[in-house]
């Protein structure tokens, strides 16, 4: 079923709730590559193929969120994307709220990396580039999106995007299709992963939307530099560290899960948490790939 299903030019893949997968219980404290490609490995064996999505069979996602109340459970996700493009992070949330069947997500971290053109030209060479966390100089020291000088003006393009489903819009006072109903909110926090601190505050202040969120990588920088944390600090936003690589899913990680001549799109990674009890209800990961 799988050599029919990779005849198709794009492919989603959504691996439903991967918490009660017995395979994935034996390996908890896994790197986040590591707990992915075991995700997918897993779904792509026993799937359900149904208008470009590959579906993991017996999925119980759905159940899991409805168990609660939607007021008493927390849905939060993290969004890597290392090329820009609207569209793609469009994409992605879109499909969040489809698959997850719901309609407000408390929390969107966007993880952006965007490649430099030296590593773009390796990639288009076939030269195998790999990444750590986050882009490390000096010990404190965080540099993001070097090499890439519209690193900077694609993300707060991109940020602008995220507004959108964070604003509420009324548009009583105009003619246009949605006058007199409103737009509802969509996202309730926007978050931003690895910038340094130039790049933090140049995307504060040009944003509507301020993040209130941000994530660093300790393995990169093992000291939270002192401007980044004073200047989280001093604008209300919550400091959090995580262990995530920049590419958190290349194409050769799926050519080893056989899936060839496909390389990743962007990849979104969910976690739905009870509330009073601070206990993790469901996770997983829903990735787009594309045929070279």
Known sequence: MLSQIL???????????????????????????DELIDSLKSTIIDCEFLDNEVIRKNNDLNEKIQEHQRGDIKIGAKIFLNNYSDDFLKESIDKLFKILNIDFLDNLILSFHPKSVQQTEQQQNGDIVTTNGGEMTKEGTIEWGKGNDKAVINLK??????EEYANVTNCDNCNCETAGSGRQKKIGQLGIADLDVDSLKNL????????TIVQINLAACCVVPPELQTFCSQNDIQLLTHSDPQEILTKDVLNDIEIHNFHPLWTTRYQVHVKCRGVLAAKGFIVSIEKD
């Open 7 to 33: 005849q198709n030019k794009n492919l989603i893949i959504s691996t439903g709730n991967v918490i009660n997968v017995n395979d994935l219980r034996k390996k908890a404290g896994q790197k986040p590559t």
């Open 157 to 162: 393009k991109l940020w602008s995007t995220l």
């Open 204 to 211: 504060y202040e040009n944003s509507k939307i301020h993040p």
